[in-house]
């Protein structure tokens, strides 16, 4: 671990990113993949089935934005702990963090367990669903203990630098659950035929999977465990740093799918057309992104560890090569995205309704994918920087303040193609100001560096 973190905080900046940002977009990939496996699957069994999945997507969302939180709180901490040298911390936030989690997740999967079916019902999902549903989430959410501890686990590997390990066990993870789904769902060979319980309990499998080789890691190779007696007062600090990181980062995650629900109701109105296209913009966005997601990851851990470690030339290089890098990454992409745009639109759909607005989508949309990366990346480093109330800010300004008014006012004048309109415009703008405040944030970060007293 110390090889790892004195890399970083000594190596050429922009080749730290890149080992650190290469394994996080193969782990993404492996992620992405997880998801579309379990549909695939599904989808095979049947349209209530497929409906039933569909049904219970608000509130996996929820639930995987919590443990997000939960796990870039851990590692935002972290990061600058192992920047400072002080492994007795880090191991005492790191096991603290786990023990949280785990309560935190334990009560909601038995609490979630005996409300199923008055929380689906109120979803709006019918009793010809409702088994299917029951099937799924009850095996899901009593699972859900063996999620949050690899994605808590990673989120401490990831602060120490080594993104090799997570991604491995991501990959990993996503392999097991990729060959259980279809034995499981149908009962190949020796095992029982469990339908959509069998989709759930591949991923629970996987889960397993992933919480035992993360917990080895930290345990036998970091030894980053402590096994002493906790006392409540050290809990209760490393509770409090936790929350502190953890909850805005949790608000942000909860948000976007928020304001998606809403730019899809305001796209509602143009017709099924507009909303189908809307949808598929909507999944291909994390794909255009991929490499920016990943660096986001990359970028929180080389500020932390190096605002730990008072190199602050070293967090500026690390604010300008990133934003660059990402800039010139995205105008490229997008680029390709508009000369391509007739063909992926064809790909998409076979109806020339949905493939005209989808090509509308790809030719505006994208284009703002360069100023929302350096958004993107502002958050991240903010919470590095300890400064989650600065980095929730720019997300409901982004979103609330921005993109949902131009987004209403463009369909007004220009229908569906004012929404994407709109909604690139929020982009624009607020990379723009993502930009100035970081500037700004650096600027006082300078400044009170320069206040403390020489020792």
């Known amino acids: 671990m110390s090889k790892i973190k004195q890399n970083l905080l000594v190596d050429p900046v922009g080749l730290c990113l890149y080992r650190l940002t290469v394994p996080m977009m193969i782990g993404i990939v492996a992620v992405m993949g997880f998801n579309l496996v379990d549909a695939y699957y599904i989808g095979l069994l049947g349209a209530h089935e497929l409906a039933a999945l569909a049904f219970t997507l608000p509130i996996t969302a929820s639930i995987f934005a919590l443990n997000l939180g939960l796990s870039s709180g851990t590692s935002a901490i972290l990061a600058r702990i192992f920047g400072q040298n002080d492994n007795a911390l880090a191991r005492r936030i790191i096991t603290h963090s786990l023990m949280f989690s785990v309560l935190i997740l334990g009560g909601l999967a038995g609490a979630g367990y005996f409300a199923i079916e008055p929380l689906f019902t109120a979803l709006g999902a019918g009793p010809e669903l409702m088994p299917y549903i029951r099937q799924y989430m009850s095996v899901w959410l009593l699972g859900i203990v063996f999620l949050v501890i690899p994605m808590v686990s990673n989120g401490a590997l990831r602060a120490s630098g080594d993104t090799r390990s997570p991604s491995f066990i991501m990959s990993v993870s996503a392999f097991i659950n990729g060959i259980l789904d279809p034995l499981l769902i149908f009962g190949l060979g020796p095992f029982p035929e469990l339908g959509i319980?069998?989709?759930?309990?591949?991923?629970?499998?996987?889960?397993?999977?992933?919480?035992?080789?993360?917990?080895?890691?930290?345990?036998?190779?970091?030894?980053?465990?402590?096994?002493?007696?906790?006392?409540?007062?050290?809990?209760?600090?490393?509770?409090?740093?936790?929350?502190?990181?953890?909850?805005?980062?949790?608000?942000?995650?909860?948000?976007?799918?928020?304001?998606?629900?809403?730019?899809?109701?305001?796209?509602?109105?143009?017709?099924?057309?507009?909303?189908?296209?809307?949808?598929?913009?909507?999944?291909?966005?994390?794909?255009?992104?991929?490499?920016?997601?990943?660096?986001?990851?990359?970028?929180?851990?080389?500020?932390?560890?190096?605002?730990?470690?008072?190199?602050?030339?070293?967090?500026?290089?690390?604010?300008?090569?990133?934003?660059?890098?990402?800039?010139?990454?995205?105008?490229?992409?997008?680029?390709?995205?508009?000369?391509?745009?007739?063909?992926?639109?064809?790909?998409?759909?076979?109806?020339?309704?949905?493939?005209?607005?989808?090509?509308?989508?790809?030719?505006?949309?994208?284009?703002?994918?360069?100023?929302?990366?350096?958004?993107?990346?502002?958050?991240?480093?903010?919470?590095?920087?300890?400064?989650?109330?600065?980095?929730?800010?720019?997300?409901?300004?982004?979103?609330?303040?921005?993109?949902?008014?131009?987004?209403?006012?463009?369909?007004?004048?220009?229908?569906?193609?004012?929404?994407?309109?709109?909604?690139?415009?929020?982009?624009?703008?607020?990379?723009?100001?993502?930009?100035l405040l970081m500037q700004q944030r650096l600027r006082l970060l300078d400044e009170a560096h320069a206040q403390r007293p020489v020792s």
Not at 214 to 220: C, H
Not at 287 to 303: K, L, N, W, Y
Not at 342 to 354: L, M, N
């Open 197 to 435: 319980k069998g989709a759930a309990l591949s991923s629970v499998c996987a889960w397993m999977f992933s919480s035992c080789a993360a917990l080895t890691i930290l345990i036998r190779r970091e030894k980053l465990i402590d096994f002493s007696l906790p006392t409540l007062t050290l809990m209760k600090d490393s509770w409090s740093r936790l929350f502190t990181i953890a909850l805005p980062a949790i608000l942000n995650n909860l948000m976007a799918p928020l304001a998606m629900a809403m730019i899809v109701a305001l796209v509602a109105q143009f017709g099924a057309d507009a909303v189908a296209a809307t949808g598929v913009g909507a999944r291909l966005e994390p794909v255009v992104m991929i490499v920016v997601m990943s660096m986001t990851s990359a970028v929180g851990v080389m500020v932390g560890q190096n605002h730990g470690a008072g190199h602050l030339q070293r967090v500026r290089e690390v604010v300008r090569i990133s934003f660059r890098f990402a800039v010139v990454w995205q105008v490229g992409f997008a680029a390709l995205l508009v000369l391509c745009s007739s063909y992926i639109a064809s790909v998409f759909s076979a109806s020339e309704g949905i493939a005209a607005v989808l090509q509308r989508y790809l030719w505006i949309q994208p284009i703002s994918f360069s100023l929302l990366a350096v958004a993107m990346l502002a958050i991240s480093i903010l919470n590095s920087l300890h400064q989650p109330l600065v980095a929730i800010l720019i997300s409901v300004v982004r979103l609330f303040g921005l993109m949902l008014p131009l987004a209403y006012v463009g369909a007004m004048v220009y229908g569906v193609t004012g929404v994407y309109l709109g909604a690139a415009t929020a982009n624009i703008l607020i990379g723009i100001l993502s930009y």
